[in-house]
């Protein structure tokens, strides 16, 4: 298997007489992967036909990045700019700053009301997704460290699964407070909503937040912050389907995808 994820910044310059140089960025920059197999079996090549063919649905289609280490999105990691769509709350409990005063200002939350059940949660949502998509039997680290070193009261570090019909399954709830949480997504988990439970209210800085594949829960207590990668929306633009020279019985598949920035697939 190959695999490229060099990023497409969509940087373009710009050269005066005088010989002065100006670059311009969008303020959308799409990831693009190019993935190919060699002597792909029958059953995989299947399921990426189907995909690649929109054969069950127009997409888009979920990619769980093999090497990305934070699958949360870059400003939301980094608890900077405009909170619209980043989290959710229940009700008015909570309030979230920092987005309307510039895209590299940190967000803050304050805790207005504890609800009924005793705490009001803060959830991480994902852009597009129900939840950050998962794969069974996968371990994931959930933490929030700058929530922690801000002192906020809050519940052991939390998740809560849900199947590919977005029908709540369970929760997971680290084994004390203050440490990462590592678990393992459950059989027919399809997506995670990752929160946190405040039991006081009060005003403090987000600060980092980390949802990673695997136990990086060393790692982070030793003081490492994986930027966030996030965990895309991508459309299948490319396919390329060859029986494998000297047996047919296999295949070359090769997909391109591109990030999409809209519910169109």
């Avoid at 497409?8 to 303020?27: H, Q």
């Avoid at 369970?170 to 439970?197: D, E, H, I, M």
């Amino acid at each position: 298997m190959s695999y490229d994820r060099s990023p497409d910044l969509g940087v373009t310059e710009f050269r005066s007489l005088e010989g002065g140089v100006t670059t311009w960025a969008p303020r959308l920059r799409p990831r693009r992967l190019k993935l190919s197999w060699t002597a792909m079996e029958r059953g995989d090549v299947d399921h990426l036909d189907r995909l690649a063919r929109r054969v069950t649905a127009l997409g888009p289609v979920a990619l769980v990045d093999p090497l990305s280490r934070n699958l949360l999105a870059g400003d939301q990691a980094a608890g900077l700019g405009a909170a619209a769509g980043k989290w959710a709350v229940t009700g008015s409990q909570i309030v979230m700053y920092g987005g309307s005063a510039g895209a590299y200002v940190p967000n803050s939350v304050s805790v207005e009301t504890i609800g009924t059940s005793g705490h009001s949660d803060l959830v991480w949502r994902h852009p597009y997704f129900h939840g950050i998509p998962v794969v069974p039997g996968q371990r994931y680290t959930w933490w929030t460290p700058g929530l922690v070193a801000a002192g906020a009261p809050m519940v052991n570090s939390q998740v809560a699964w849900y199947s590919a019909a977005k029908g709540f399954m369970t929760t997971a709830t680290a084994s004390k407070p203050g440490v990462p949480l590592v678990t393992t997504a459950p059989a027919g988990a399809a997506y995670v909503r990752p929160y946190v439970a405040f039991t006081a209210t009060g005003l403090w800085d987000l600060g980092a937040s980390i949802f990673c594949p695997g136990d990086i829960s060393a790692d982070l207590l030793a003081g490492e912050r994986p930027a966030g990668e996030g965990c895309p929306a991508m459309s299948i633009t490319g396919y390329s389907h060859v029986a494998t020279p000297g047996n047919g019985a296999f295949r070359d598949i090769g997909l391109e995808l591109v990030e999409v920035t809209s519910a169109v697939g």
